[in-house]
């Protein structure tokens, strides 16, 4: 069993040590990096990762090469740009047009990109997840629209006055519930514009870059960031819930609460739409009795209407009850924010991968 394990560590040494001596050209040079405050963590990256709490000399950086720069740490807001060495000096720019235009060609995929993970993966799944009940709803839409469609048929070719009458009867109820539902999918869509909208929009905020200039010695950049805000925390999270959590670093709390958040929305559209359901067949059954002319037939249809007054008293129960939990668990998001910072911990190694090979960065 030796041999195979020496061949493996041999064979990850390699991946480790190729890129990075691909990387430490004989142009590359090393920068002192200075922070604003204590406690600040930087870290670039460009097939591999060089990191370090500031103040830190990194070596190894390459003239005129465009680095992922992000500038964290303990109780610190994330910032995240570009750092480039040309030869007027390091500068220092933002990623945010990138990230907003990934975002808008493939949701999250920009979020990804700027490392916010957590988020990504909550914006991809709930807009997945809201796009699927568009789609079912939107198929049931097209079976009420293709049952009108037919009975308006049936009423322009009835042969008879009672067959024509009998179709109209049943298109008028048709259209009742077509319009029922089309309001239900137009909810459902601007709940799918609403989330696509906002990740799309997040970057300009959520992924500002450090600020910079020189710090009064040869070779050393001043970096400086902002420390986290509650009340931050607290207004990300009112607008899109777990957006506060991760904005504090506290990943599991935001993907917990973008997931409740949605789940409970989507099941209130759902009782608001099963309410307007009841009350539209509350609505028709009177129509029917009104026009009734037999005390028999008033009297069925007199219990038949209570039982669906009934019904659509017990869907509005449920629909406030929904709309309360949506309600509930969105306000227990906000009051998160306050409970604690969520400070980031960040991990003391470090694996990127890039078309090169692998390195492994070791901060100390």
Not at 3 to 21: E, K, Q
Not at 104 to 127: E, F, I, K, T
């Amino acid at each position: 069993m030796r041999m195979p394990r020496s061949l493996i560590a041999i064979a990850a040494g390699f991946a480790v040590l190729l890129p990075a001596a691909a990387l430490a050209g004989p142009d590359s040079l090393c920068v002192q990096f200075v922070g604003s405050a204590g406690g600040e963590t930087i870290m670039l990256s460009r097939g591999r990762v060089l990191a370090g709490a500031l103040p830190v000399t990194l070596c190894g950086i390459g003239r005129n090469e465009v680095y992922r720069l992000e500038l964290a740490g303990p109780g610190f807001e994330r910032r995240v740009g570009s750092l480039r060495i040309g030869p007027d000096g390091a500068s220092v720019g933002g990623i945010r047009l990138g990230v907003m235009a990934r975002n808008a060609l493939v949701p999250g995929m920009g979020s990804a990109y700027a490392g916010r993970r957590g988020a990504a993966a909550a914006d991809g799944v709930s807009l997945a997840a809201a796009l699927a009940v568009l789609a079912a709803e939107q198929r049931e839409y097209g079976h009420l629209r293709n049952r009108l469609d037919v009975l308006r048929s049936l009423a322009a070719g009835a042969e008879t006055y009672e067959e024509a009458a009998r179709a109209r009867d049943g298109a008028h109820e048709a259209v009742v519930m077509v319009n029922i539902q089309n309001a239900h999918r137009r909810r459902l869509a601007v709940l799918c514009g609403a989330l696509y909208g906002w990740q799309a929009i997040e970057p300009l905020f959520a992924d500002v870059p450090p600020g910079s200039g020189p710090a009064g010695e040869g070779g050393s950049l001043m970096l400086s960031g902002a420390g986290r805000s509650r009340g931050k925390a607290f207004v990300y999270s009112l607008l899109r819930p777990g957006r506060g959590q991760f904005y504090q670093g506290k990943t599991g709390r935001g993907l917990f609460f973008s997931a409740g958040t949605l789940a409970a929305g989507l099941a209130a559209l759902e009782y608001w739409n099963r309410y307007d359901e009841a009350v539209g067949e509350y609505d028709l059954c009177v129509e029917r009795f009104a026009a009734a002319s037999s005390v028999p037939e008033k009297e069925a249809l007199a219990a038949a209407c209570g039982l669906l007054r009934s019904d659509a008293d017990d869907e509005k129960r449920n629909r406030v009850i929904s709309l309360a939990v949506l309600a509930a668990i969105w306000g227990w998001n906000c009051a998160d924010t306050f409970f604690d910072s969520g400070d980031v911990q960040i991990s003391r190694y470090a694996l990127e991968i890039d078309s090169r090979g692998a390195a492994v960065a070791v901060r100390f």
